[in-house]
């Protein structure tokens, strides 16, 4: 047989090469390009989970999101709620998300001065009423402000009213956002509002007593009692970080409420405990800075 010339050694080799650089293309999955013409289109970027700029929030939580002492001495003040209020000075989460005719038509504020973790289910039933885009969460301070410390609520028995609250939401409204801020830092409060003989004597009409009785008591077993509280703070906010990170459209505020250090601008005149406008103001920020974050606090 006549061996095959140059000429017909490089035909075929030519063919080989388009042969292995179609099979190439397929191989890797067709990363060339696309062929003028084509009807192929890029897939789109699927929505984020978390919306940055929800349209409708409702307020549930005890009395800080009342802004309780912050106008008048052991009274409410809703329109300084770092959450709902429609103050100025404070420029609350509703005013920097919806604006002021926004805030004012679309954000309402359930919660409640007093209240303890087991009131909040009945608190989210009230909120799935409005089917909020956000609800945002203050409670826990009230569990540890008891009586004594035994009186405290237990961290298996916060937990177990903490999810219940958040099945309560969930049942009704899966897609709905919630913001679920720290227990702030009770013995922090304790050591700031104690320069103040005002403050210490409305202490004494039964304001956080496990915390702040015998203001002044230094001994050690009032700093005993003043540790198994904090510690009780700290456990809570445990709780709050596990229970919203099982849950996709939860977000924690990383302990922000807890670690931020009030000092007396901070605090109320009449109690020198609660958030005074300036410290309601200061909360508003922690929250709008958590809530329009890219990605969640840690």
């Known amino acids: 047989m006549r061996k095959p010339g140059r000429r017909s050694r490089a035909v075929v080799a030519m063919a080989a090469a388009a042969v292995l650089g179609l099979a190439g293309c397929d191989a890797s999955g067709g990363g060339g390009a696309v062929p003028r013409g084509s009807t192929a289109q890029a897939h789109p970027r699927p929505t984020p989970v978390w919306d940055r700029s929800p349209d409708s929030i409702v307020a549930v939580g005890d009395s800080i999101t009342r802004g309780f002492d912050a106008c008048t001495v052991l009274s409410d003040c809703p329109q ?4 709902t209020g429609s103050d100025t000075a404070v420029d609350s989460l509703a005013v920097r ?16 001065t007093g209240a303890r973790m087991a009131d909040l289910p009945g608190q989210m039933a009230q909120a799935v009423l409005r089917k909020p885009e956000l609800v945002t969460v203050m409670v826990g301070a009230n569990d540890a402000c008891r009586s004594t410390v035994s009186a405290m609520t237990s961290v298996a028995g916060f937990r177990e009213q903490f999810q219940e609250a958040m099945d309560t939401l969930r049942a009704s409204l899966p897609k709905t956002q919630v913001y679920v801020s720290s227990v702030p830092n009770l013995k922090r409060l304790w050591s700031q509002g104690r320069s103040s003989q005002l403050g210490k004597q409305v202490w004494k009409l039964g304001i956080c007593p496990s915390m702040l009785g015998d203001a002044d008591a230094l001994d050690a077993r009032a700093t005993r009692r003043r540790d198994a509280v904090q510690a009780r703070v700290e456990a809570y906010n445990r709780v709050l970080r596990e229970v919203c990170a099982k849950d996709r459209r939860c977000r924690f505020d990383g302990n922000a409420v807890f670690d931020y250090r009030f000092g007396t601008e901070q605090l109320s005149q009449w109690d020198w405990f609660h958030p005074s406008r300036d410290g309601q103001a200061r909360l508003a920020e922690i929250a709008y800075r958590a809530v329009t974050a890219k990605e969640p606090l840690a």
């Open 80 to 83: 300084v709620s770092w959450a």
């Open 97 to 112: 998300l919806l604006g002021v005719t926004g805030a004012a038509e679309r954000s309402w504020n359930y919660a409640v």
